[in-house]
């Protein structure tokens, strides 16, 4: 399905979504089980004023654990390894291109540089920090024993 900005919630619905999950949609917010390449997923849609404006896909195994155990009861958690939120983005963006279009404006790239270099600059102050000191010193002055 491709999605149509603008459309009510009952469209949508009618439109072969189906029926959200009424445990954790709320009144503007409708979010679907789902699965994109085999991996298990939430899309939620936004609506103000019952129009569509926004439509987000969260990877289930990004969320804490105890958020995957409510969610899915009967599957062990899942904890991904460090950077694979990066192959993720490439490998589903596509997916979702596919099943409900080209969005009108991309700002995930620009968003996860930003992440990235947070991280990088998070990362490279530690390091700087351990190379600026010595060993066996703190705070610039020499241990005493």
């Known amino acids: 399905m491709k999605l149509i900005w603008g459309i009510s919630q009952e469209e949508l619905i009618k439109s072969g979504e189906g029926l959200p999950d009424p445990e954790i949609s709320k009144r503007d917010t409708l979010l679907y089980h789902s699965e994109v390449l085999g991996e298990k997923a939430l899309i939620a849609y936004i609506f103000a004023s019952n129009k569509l404006i926004r439509a987000k896909c969260m990877l289930s195994k990004y969320f804490l654990p105890d958020a995957q155990r409510l969610l899915y009861p009967s599957l062990p958690p899942k ?15 596509k997916a979702i ?10 700002h995930t790239m620009r968003f996860l540089t930003k992440l990235a270099q947070m991280y990088w600059n998070s990362l490279s102050r530690k ?19």
């Open 127 to 145: 390091m700087q920090f351990a190379w600026d000191r010595p060993p066996g010193t703190r705070n610039g002055r020499q241990n005493r024993h």
């Open 79 to 93: 904890i991904p390894p460090l950077g694979e939120c990066f192959r993720d983005f490439e490998k589903f963006e």
């Open 97 to 106: 291109i596919v099943k409900y279009g080209k969005p009108i404006r991309h």
